[in-house]
Nanobody, 114 residues
């Protein structure tokens, strides 16, 4: 059973940083691409970043390029999202996801005050 547990969100001032973590169980983490998505109030869920299984290929939404970094630790079955230079428009609930599974965690709230 795939389980995803996001953590690390919080309230931060604009320009600040947060590091999100997503601990996973129930599948072969080292063989799976991972991604982070976010959903702001009243908006559709949007893709933020993806990382290949080996951790060598990355993609980012244009809105976060140069500010966010996705990474993974295959020994800890955990994926991370380092978020720097945060803006008010980054406020959302952030979710990690395994593209091949229709499973979602509870998400972690990120609130950026301007």
């Amino acid at each position: 059973q795939v389980q995803l547990v996001e953590s690390g969100g919080g309230l931060v001032q604009a320009g600040g940083s947060l590091r999100l973590s997503c601990a996973t169980t129930g599948f072969t983490f080292s063989s799976a691409a991972m991604r982070w998505l976010r959903q702001a109030p009243g908006k559709e869920r949007e893709l933020v970043a993806t990382i290949s299984a080996a951790g060598t290929v990355f993609t980012y939404a244009d809105s976060v390029k140069g500010r966010f970094t996705i990474s993974r630790d295959n020994t800890r079955n955990t994926v991370y999202l380092q978020m720097n230079s945060l803006k008010a428009e980054d406020t959302a609930v952030y979710y990690c996801n395994v593209p091949k599974y229709a499973t979602w965690g509870q998400g972690t709230q990120v609130t950026v005050s301007s």
